[in-house]
Protein backbone atom coordinates (compact mmCIF):
# COMPACT_ATOMS: atom_id res chain seq x y z
CA UNK A 1 0.00 0.00 0.00
CA UNK A 2 2.79 2.31 -0.65
CA UNK A 3 1.72 5.45 -2.30
CA UNK A 4 4.57 7.24 -4.99
CA UNK A 5 6.41 9.95 -3.16
CA UNK A 6 4.99 9.48 0.55
CA UNK A 7 7.21 7.31 3.35
CA UNK A 8 5.75 4.40 4.76
CA UNK A 9 3.69 4.58 7.98
CA UNK A 10 3.61 2.22 10.57
CA UNK A 11 -0.15 1.45 9.09
CA UNK A 12 1.51 -0.45 6.43
CA UNK A 13 2.26 -3.13 8.79
CA UNK A 14 -1.24 -4.05 8.89
CA UNK A 15 -1.48 -3.94 4.88
CA UNK A 16 -3.60 -6.30 3.55
CA UNK A 17 -0.40 -8.57 1.93
CA UNK A 18 1.72 -7.86 5.80
CA UNK A 19 2.08 -11.25 7.13
CA UNK A 20 -0.57 -11.28 10.12
CA UNK A 21 -0.75 -14.13 13.15
CA UNK A 22 -4.13 -15.60 12.95
CA UNK A 23 -6.57 -13.99 15.00
CA UNK A 24 -8.14 -17.80 16.57
CA UNK A 25 -5.33 -20.42 17.60
CA UNK A 26 -6.91 -23.53 19.11
CA UNK A 27 -4.65 -24.80 21.97
CA UNK A 28 -6.87 -27.76 22.75
CA UNK A 29 -10.16 -29.40 21.61
CA UNK A 30 -12.45 -27.17 22.79
CA UNK A 31 -10.21 -24.36 23.42
CA UNK A 32 -9.06 -20.78 21.79
CA UNK A 33 -7.12 -17.90 22.13
CA UNK A 34 -9.03 -15.02 20.52
CA UNK A 35 -6.61 -12.82 19.98
CA UNK A 36 -7.48 -8.90 20.51
CA UNK A 37 -10.99 -9.94 21.06
CA UNK A 38 -11.24 -7.69 23.54
CA UNK A 39 -10.18 -4.30 21.82
CA UNK A 40 -12.98 -3.01 20.22
CA UNK A 41 -15.14 -2.53 23.88
CA UNK A 42 -11.66 -1.17 25.59
CA UNK A 43 -13.08 2.09 25.98
CA UNK A 44 -16.13 1.24 27.49
CA UNK A 45 -14.49 -1.91 29.45
CA UNK A 46 -11.23 0.44 31.26
CA UNK A 47 -13.99 2.80 32.61
CA UNK A 48 -16.21 0.29 33.90
CA UNK A 49 -13.21 -1.67 35.51
CA UNK A 50 -12.56 0.96 37.71
CA UNK A 51 -15.91 1.44 38.85
CA UNK A 52 -15.76 -1.93 39.74
CA UNK A 53 -12.71 -1.79 41.99
CA UNK A 54 -13.86 1.59 43.74
CA UNK A 55 -16.73 -0.20 45.00
CA UNK A 56 -14.67 -3.65 45.55
CA UNK A 57 -10.87 -2.69 46.07
CA UNK A 58 -7.75 -5.25 45.41
CA UNK A 59 -6.83 -7.04 47.94
CA UNK A 60 -4.13 -9.88 48.47
CA UNK A 61 -5.75 -13.30 49.75
CA UNK A 62 -4.48 -15.89 51.53
CA UNK A 63 -4.90 -19.36 50.79
CA UNK A 64 -5.87 -22.37 52.82
CA UNK A 65 -2.12 -23.24 52.84
CA UNK A 66 -0.96 -19.81 54.45
CA UNK A 67 0.29 -18.30 51.20
CA UNK A 68 -0.18 -15.07 50.22
CA UNK A 69 -1.16 -14.84 46.50
CA UNK A 70 1.07 -12.38 44.68
CA UNK A 71 -1.88 -11.82 42.22
CA UNK A 72 -4.30 -9.25 43.85
CA UNK A 73 -8.29 -10.56 43.51
CA UNK A 74 -11.34 -8.62 43.02
CA UNK A 75 -14.71 -9.86 41.90
CA UNK A 76 -18.03 -8.55 40.24
CA UNK A 77 -21.01 -10.49 39.19
CA UNK A 78 -23.31 -12.32 41.97
CA UNK A 79 -20.59 -14.03 42.96
CA UNK A 80 -17.06 -13.68 43.89
CA UNK A 81 -14.02 -15.75 44.61
CA UNK A 82 -12.64 -16.30 48.20
CA UNK A 83 -10.28 -17.88 49.93
CA UNK A 84 -10.61 -19.18 53.56
CA UNK A 85 -8.96 -20.81 56.08
CA UNK A 86 -11.50 -23.81 55.34
CA UNK A 87 -11.18 -23.69 51.05
CA UNK A 88 -11.89 -21.79 48.21
CA UNK A 89 -15.70 -20.79 47.94
CA UNK A 90 -18.04 -18.67 45.99
CA UNK A 91 -19.73 -16.17 48.09
CA UNK A 92 -22.46 -13.18 47.30
CA UNK A 93 -20.95 -11.10 49.88
CA UNK A 94 -17.64 -9.67 49.68
CA UNK A 95 -15.73 -10.20 52.70
CA UNK A 96 -13.78 -7.18 53.02
CA UNK A 97 -16.43 -4.60 52.77
CA UNK A 98 -19.43 -7.24 53.99
CA UNK A 99 -21.85 -5.87 50.72
CA UNK A 100 -22.81 -7.77 47.49
CA UNK A 101 -19.89 -7.36 45.05
CA UNK A 102 -20.46 -4.96 42.46
CA UNK A 103 -22.66 -5.96 39.67
CA UNK A 104 -21.09 -7.35 36.60
CA UNK A 105 -20.86 -4.11 33.77
CA UNK A 106 -22.90 -4.34 30.80
CA UNK A 107 -20.09 -4.64 29.06
CA UNK A 108 -18.22 -7.34 30.80
CA UNK A 109 -21.27 -9.34 29.97
CA UNK A 110 -21.49 -8.76 26.59
CA UNK A 111 -17.82 -9.14 25.96
CA UNK A 112 -18.22 -12.80 27.90
CA UNK A 113 -21.16 -13.40 25.52
CA UNK A 114 -19.56 -12.93 22.43
CA UNK A 115 -16.10 -14.57 23.15
CA UNK A 116 -17.87 -17.55 24.32
CA UNK A 117 -20.19 -17.56 21.55
CA UNK A 118 -17.21 -17.15 19.03
CA UNK A 119 -15.62 -20.38 20.51
CA UNK A 120 -18.46 -22.87 20.29
CA UNK A 121 -20.22 -22.16 23.39
CA UNK A 122 -23.63 -19.71 23.26
CA UNK A 123 -25.55 -18.95 25.48
CA UNK A 124 -23.14 -18.47 28.33
CA UNK A 125 -24.61 -16.78 31.04
CA UNK A 126 -21.49 -15.77 33.53
CA UNK A 127 -22.51 -14.84 36.83
CA UNK A 128 -19.27 -14.60 38.57
CA UNK A 129 -15.94 -12.48 37.10
CA UNK A 130 -12.86 -12.88 38.87
CA UNK A 131 -10.14 -9.87 38.42
CA UNK A 132 -6.78 -10.50 39.06
CA UNK A 133 -3.96 -8.03 38.94
CA UNK A 134 -0.57 -8.91 38.18
CA UNK A 135 2.89 -6.60 39.02
CA UNK A 136 6.07 -7.91 37.21
CA UNK A 137 7.07 -10.64 39.63
CA UNK A 138 3.84 -11.86 40.43
CA UNK A 139 2.51 -15.29 39.18
CA UNK A 140 -0.29 -17.88 39.44
CA UNK A 141 0.83 -21.93 39.85
CA UNK A 142 -0.69 -24.63 38.09
CA UNK A 143 -4.22 -24.92 38.81
CA UNK A 144 -7.72 -26.50 38.43
CA UNK A 145 -10.81 -24.23 38.02
CA UNK A 146 -13.08 -26.70 39.72
CA UNK A 147 -14.65 -24.70 43.00
CA UNK A 148 -17.83 -23.75 40.01
CA UNK A 149 -21.04 -26.36 40.00
CA UNK A 150 -21.43 -25.86 36.94
CA UNK A 151 -18.27 -27.59 34.31
CA UNK A 152 -20.69 -27.77 31.43
CA UNK A 153 -20.14 -23.88 30.90
CA UNK A 154 -16.47 -22.41 29.70
CA UNK A 155 -14.09 -20.06 31.53
CA UNK A 156 -13.84 -16.97 29.59
CA UNK A 157 -10.52 -15.28 30.39
CA UNK A 158 -9.61 -11.91 28.99
CA UNK A 159 -5.96 -10.31 29.39
CA UNK A 160 -5.31 -6.40 29.91
CA UNK A 161 -2.28 -4.54 30.70
CA UNK A 162 1.56 -5.89 29.96
CA UNK A 163 2.21 -9.74 28.46
CA UNK A 164 1.96 -12.90 30.38
CA UNK A 165 3.50 -16.58 29.68
CA UNK A 166 0.14 -18.28 30.08
CA UNK A 167 0.56 -22.26 30.49
CA UNK A 168 -1.78 -24.96 29.66
CA UNK A 169 -1.10 -28.38 31.02
CA UNK A 170 -4.04 -31.22 30.50
CA UNK A 171 -6.11 -32.98 32.90
CA UNK A 172 -3.24 -34.33 35.18
CA UNK A 173 -0.99 -31.98 37.08
CA UNK A 174 2.09 -33.61 35.63
CA UNK A 175 0.86 -33.52 32.58
CA UNK A 176 3.60 -31.18 29.83
CA UNK A 177 2.25 -27.89 29.20
CA UNK A 178 2.16 -25.69 26.59
CA UNK A 179 3.33 -21.94 26.73
CA UNK A 180 0.91 -19.43 25.23
CA UNK A 181 1.97 -15.85 25.03
CA UNK A 182 -0.99 -13.27 26.31
CA UNK A 183 -1.30 -10.15 25.12
CA UNK A 184 -3.83 -6.88 25.75
CA UNK A 185 -6.94 -7.20 24.57
CA UNK A 186 -6.44 -10.90 24.21
CA UNK A 187 -8.95 -13.47 24.93
CA UNK A 188 -8.52 -17.33 26.24
CA UNK A 189 -12.35 -19.53 25.95
CA UNK A 190 -11.98 -23.35 27.16
CA UNK A 191 -14.40 -25.61 28.36
CA UNK A 192 -16.04 -28.98 27.17
CA UNK A 193 -13.69 -32.06 27.65
CA UNK A 194 -11.10 -28.78 28.42
CA UNK A 195 -12.59 -27.27 31.15
CA UNK A 196 -10.70 -29.20 34.24
CA UNK A 197 -7.51 -28.52 32.43
CA UNK A 198 -4.53 -27.73 34.84
CA UNK A 199 -3.23 -23.80 34.08
CA UNK A 200 -1.01 -20.82 35.52
CA UNK A 201 0.95 -18.02 34.80
CA UNK A 202 4.82 -17.54 34.75
CA UNK A 203 6.53 -14.73 36.92
CA UNK A 204 5.26 -11.47 34.99
CA UNK A 205 7.95 -9.72 33.26
CA UNK A 206 8.54 -6.26 33.76
CA UNK A 207 7.31 -4.61 31.12
CA UNK A 208 4.67 -1.17 30.40
CA UNK A 209 1.85 -0.83 29.01
CA UNK A 210 0.63 2.86 27.15
CA UNK A 211 -3.21 2.35 28.83
CA UNK A 212 -2.44 0.12 32.17
CA UNK A 213 1.23 0.76 33.59
CA UNK A 214 3.27 -1.43 34.88
CA UNK A 215 0.08 -4.01 35.22
CA UNK A 216 -1.39 -7.25 33.98
CA UNK A 217 -5.01 -7.29 34.35
CA UNK A 218 -6.72 -10.57 34.00
CA UNK A 219 -10.86 -11.32 33.76
CA UNK A 220 -12.14 -14.55 34.29
CA UNK A 221 -15.99 -15.41 33.65
CA UNK A 222 -17.69 -18.17 35.06
CA UNK A 223 -20.86 -19.83 35.88
CA UNK A 224 -20.14 -20.49 39.44
CA UNK A 225 -24.03 -22.15 40.32
C1 LIG B 1 -4.67 -15.52 34.47
N1 LIG B 1 -6.16 -17.25 34.74
O1 LIG B 1 -4.68 -15.67 33.24
C2 LIG B 1 -5.15 -16.58 35.38
N2 LIG B 1 -8.49 -19.84 34.89
O2 LIG B 1 -4.27 -14.51 35.00
C3 LIG B 1 -6.74 -18.34 35.20
O3 LIG B 1 -6.45 -18.88 36.23
C4 LIG B 1 -7.73 -18.92 34.36
O4 LIG B 1 -7.12 -17.59 32.51
C5 LIG B 1 -9.41 -20.42 34.14
C6 LIG B 1 -9.60 -20.10 32.84
C7 LIG B 1 -8.85 -19.13 32.29
C8 LIG B 1 -7.87 -18.52 33.05
FE1 LIG C 1 -7.72 -20.54 36.67
Redesign the pocket.
Known amino acids: MHRKGTLPTTLDLFADDAPQPPATERIGPRSWVLRSFALPLIDRLLPALDSVLAQAPFRHMVTPGGHTMS ?1 ALSSCGSFGWITSPRGYAYSSIDPQTGQPWPAMPEVFFELAQQAADAAGFPGFVPDACLI ?1 R ?1 IPGAK ?1 SL ?1 Q ?1 KDEQAYEWP ?3 V ?1 LGIP ?1 M ?1 LFGGLARNDATQRVP ?1 FHGDV ?1 V ?1 GGEDRLRF ?3 MPIKQAEHPQLGEQ ?1 I ?1 F ?1 F ?1 KAR
Open positions: ANYMHDVVSSAFLVWHGVRNTR
